[in-house]
């Protein structure tokens, strides 16, 4: 059966359980998503349900785009995404929404982190930087040396260092939903998910539980 949405992040808030105690909450606006495709093993090789979400103007979609959603006379849509599922237990055309998941449920979020730009080893890996005294006026936040000497002669590639940080594909695994409100498409999962306010996300059965 089919467990999976995609959302927009809201923010974080925080809710009080049955016993009084605080739970941090990030709430996600899921759904109502469009099943655009059933993929299935004979024609396409593998099991899969692509889902569609957040309704665009028409003018924003390329003609194959529009063509794909007319088959099952769907509105324009601005996302599509698929999720592997061996018996989805839907056909194309379908709504889904947040009553999929109920509060205690175990999920895994899919998000793309934020973006940091070029940024140092200091902030991008944590490295400990030079020392701070003894006459060092601008190697506080040199990463040092990353090689060996003749051999190999060079730095071996993968070698942490300063780059790119953030506007990555994170997966964060095993959040337990505490909040679902199927009037307003809100979903409310304990603890942080990755990306800013208005992120993309995918909401999954978790993996690992």
């Known amino acids: 059966m089919l467990k999976g949405l995609i959302g927009k992040k809201v923010g974080m808030t925080q809710i009080f359980d049955e016993s009084g105690a605080v739970v941090p909450v990030t709430i996600i606006e899921a759904g109502p998503c469009y099943v655009t495709q059933v993929r299935d093993p004979e024609t396409d090789g593998y099991s899969a349900v692509q889902l569609g979400f957040d309704e665009t103007k028409p003018k924003r979609l390329t003609g194959g785009e529009l063509g794909h959603l007319k088959r099952n006379n769907l509105p324009p849509l601005r996302f599509l995404r698929e999720f592997r599922e061996k018996d989805p237990g839907v056909k194309e055309g379908d709504v889904v929404n947040v009553s999929l998941f109920s509060k205690g449920d175990h999920v895994d979020v899919v998000g793309t982190s934020k973006g940091k730009g070029f940024q140092g080893g200091v902030k991008r890996y944590h490295f400990r930087g030079g020392p701070k005294t003894h006459g060092a006026s601008d ?71």
């Open 139 to 209: 190697r506080m936040r040199s990463p040092g040396s990353r090689g060996s000497t003749t051999t190999p002669g060079r730095v071996y590639k993968g070698a942490r260092g300063p780059g790119h940080m953030g506007d990555d594909r994170v997966t964060v695994q095993n959040l337990m939903v505490a909040y679902v409100d199927v009037e307003r498409n809100l979903l409310g999962v304990r603890g942080a998910i990755p990306g800013a306010k208005g992120g993309l996300v995918m909401i999954k059965a978790a993996r690992k539980q």
